[in-house]
């Protein structure tokens, strides 16, 4: 594996566009795309900057291996393998989230009609009443810090 190959193996394993990674490296996208086509090499700095950017040794770039090729194809199905993880675990939350949201306001609605059942066994009106609005108010607070703390626990994985 060459260094124009192992470039665009580890730009791409990280999901970069060519005009991103001239950014990172304060070059332009032109400069980025000679390199990857093997057209032209970077100077010793920013061979330099690549290894530090993409977390490898100047060995790994500048010496041609076949190992290289498997490490690279390894990492990259390494990290696609968290990303899926990643999406599968903020798919569970979100519906654990849902779960919970409909639990407590199916709660709240019972108490409510409990609550509608015993006023109005004793001829009081309670439909309309303050009381009503404040569970709901309640229980749409409760199911908010849930959702906050749901998106919290994913980010912080």
């Known amino acids: 594996m060459e260094f124009s ?3 665009i193996a580890l730009r791409k394993g990280r999901e970069l566009t060519q005009e991103q990674l001239a950014e990172q490296l304060d070059v332009s996208r032109q400069s980025v795309s000679k390199w990857e086509s093997g057209q032209a090499i970077p100077d010793v700095n920013k061979i ?3 290894s530090k950017a993409f977390d490898v040794s100047l060995d790994y770039l500048l010496k041609p291996s076949e190992i290289d090729e498997l490490s690279v194809k390894t990492d ?3 990290q696609r393998q968290k990303q899926l993880l990643d999406q599968t675990q903020r798919r569970a939350a979100i519906c654990r989230n ?5 639990a407590i306001y199916l709660v709240v609605f019972a108490v409510a009609l409990v609550e509608h059942y015993f006023y109005f066994s004793l001829g009081l009106d309670l439909w ?5 609005i404040a569970e709901f108010v309640l229980a749409t ?3 908010v810090i849930i959702w906050a703390r ?3 626990k994913v980010k912080n994985q």
Do not use: M, T
């Not at 849902?98 to 409909?102: D, E």
């Not at 309309?128 to 009503?132: E, H, R, S, T």
């Open 5 to 7: 190959e192992k470039l």
């Open 48 to 50: 330099i900057e690549l």
């Open 76 to 78: 990259l199905l390494e």
């Open 98 to 102: 849902i779960l919970f949201s409909i």
């Open 128 to 132: 309309g009443k303050p009381i009503v």
């Open 141 to 143: 607070a409760i199911v």
């Open 150 to 152: 749901g998106i919290r």
